[in-house]
Each structure stands twice: as C-alpha cells, then as structure tokens.
C-alpha cells in the first residue's frame, strides 16, 4: 500500500547514517560540550572518532567473540550497550543498533559516560 511504502521512506530516511565532515562534526561535539568533556579537548574527540569510524555513523565491527563496535565512536556491545549477538554489562542502556544513526546525541550520552570511567578515553 501506498502509506506502507511512505512509512518505510520515512523510517528509512530517520535511521539513515551519516558521515560527518571534520568542521561539522567538530561543530556538533562543541555545541553537545564534548570540548574539555572528562579531561579532553575538542581535537582529542575528532581524533577518536576520526581514528574509529572515519565520522561514519554507521560503521559496525564484529568481534571474534561475538560482540561489535557501533557508530561513530565505535562503541562496544561488551559492556555499554545491548545487541543480540553478545551479552552486555549494558552500562549505557541502549540499544546498540541506535548508535548507528545519522543523530549521534545518543553516541554523545554514552561517550561521556565511558569517560568518566577511571580510564577515560583509554576505554577505547
């Protein structure tokens, strides 16, 4: 049917990743107040997620035991958020497949969370 067909170009339109330019995505991880968050600048941030993912929101590694690494920061199903591959501490309480979206506020939630862990970006 014709709305079925709309509803799924919006659902897609809304889950769709992203790769960030370096300006925008430094933009974005200012505005969220990334810069000097848990120790570390702005540059410390775009080198992480650069280094990571590229700025693709999309990016997924699978791990030989099962767990994976999502999003921009690549993030771990092993202990900050839930997939069905692989069990989780959970600590973020999310979805993994969340972080893989254009809209990376919840990718932000829960790297400020991993780095007030005692390690910090060592996490990673």
């Known amino acids: 049917s014709p709305l079925l067909l709309l509803l799924l170009a919006l659902l897609t339109a809304v889950t769709k ?15 969220e107040g990334l810069d000097g968050y848990g120790g570390y600048s702005l540059a410390n941030w775009l080198c992480m997620a650069f280094y990571e993912s590229t700025f693709n929101t999309a990016a997924e590694s699978i791990k030989a035991d099962g767990s994976a690494d999502y999003g921009i920061f690549q993030i771990s199903s092993q202990q900050w958020c ?6 989780s501490d959970y600590h ?24 007030r862990n005692p390690q910090g970006m060592d996490a990673w």
């Open 17 to 31: 990743a992203k790769v960030f330019s370096r300006c925008e995505l430094a933009h974005l991880l200012q505005e």
């Open 82 to 87: 839930t997939n069905d591959r692989s069990p």
């Open 92 to 115: 973020c309480r999310m979805a993994c497949r969340d972080l893989l979206s254009s809209n990376i506020t919840d990718d932000i939630i829960c790297a400020k969370r991993i780095v």
